[in-house]
């Protein structure tokens, strides 16, 4: 079992910066992919970015150049820089764990924290 408790989420105006964290505990955190999906009022929740084992990371087109994911392994977390935040931004954003050492885009984790909100307002 893994637990995954993420931080760092608020209230921040366009054009601002938050940085999320989220730190794991339970099992290796070096055997697991890390990911941050979020989710919009209203939406389905998406991907944003997945960090694999070895530090190859991936990040969705919308966010790309603006958020930034990385891994301290010696602390067992996961972080998601955000700068330039807009609006549509808005959701909250939940990290995620999937057991392998690809670097692999996928819905299909195994373990989900409870979430953080981020909003980004005009």
């Known amino acids: 079992q893994v637990q995954l408790v993420e931080s760092g989420g608020g209230l921040v105006q366009a054009g601002g910066s938050l940085r999320l964290s989220c730190a794991a505990s339970g099992r290796t955190f070096g055997n697991y992919a890390m990911y941050w999906f979020r989710q919009a009022p209203g939406k389905e929740r998406e991907f944003v970015a997945t960090?694999?084992?070895?530090?190859?990371?991936s990040t969705t087109n919308t966010v790309k150049g603006r958020f930034t994911i990385s891994r301290d392994n010696t602390k067992s977390t996961i972080y998601l820089q955000m700068n330039n935040l807009k609006p549509e931004d808005t959701a909250v954003y939940y990290c995620?764990?999937?057991?392998?050492?690809?670097?692999?885009?996928?819905?299909?984790?195994?373990?989900w924290g409870q979430g953080t909100q981020v909003t980004v307002s005009s």
């Open positions: 995620a764990a999937k057991y392998t050492t690809l670097l692999i885009v996928t819905t299909n984790v195994d373990y």
């Open positions: 960090i694999s084992a070895s530090g190859g990371t």
